[in-house]
Nanobody
């Protein structure tokens, strides 16, 4: 089993920045890819960014150039979000996937508002 815990969400003004963190624990050796998804109010969950150990990160077009995903050796994945827009308001979820299956965190709320 794998546990994922997100942190770092909050309220930020348009144009501001936030850094989200996702700490993985448990059978972390089974995780190959880690990703961020988000779900805005009244909408479905959508892909934001993905990082795999041997390939370049990938991003949704809506966040490309503003968000950066990274991963450290302690199996924590980060999402640096810059130039935030009101449309970035959503619950952000961390996802881990690999040989053991697909795992989700419980999410952290990001609100972009003046």
């Amino acid at each position: 089993q794998v546990q994922l815990v997100e942190s770092g969400g909050g309220l930020v003004q348009p144009g501001g920045s936030l850094r989200l963190s996702c700490a993985a624990s448990g059978s972390i050796f089974s995780i190959g890819t880690m990703a961020w998804y988000r779900q805005a109010p009244g909408k479905g969950r959508e892909f934001v960014a993905r990082i795999f150990s041997v390939t370049a990160p990938s991003y949704a077009d809506s966040v490309k150039g503003r968000f950066t995903i990274s991963r450290d050796t302690a199996n924590t994945v980060y999402l640096q979000m810059n130039s935030l827009k009101p449309e970035d308001t959503a619950v952000y979820y961390c996802q881990g996937s690999g040989s053991g299956g697909i795992y989700w965190g419980k999410g952290t709320l990001v609100t972009v508002s003046a």
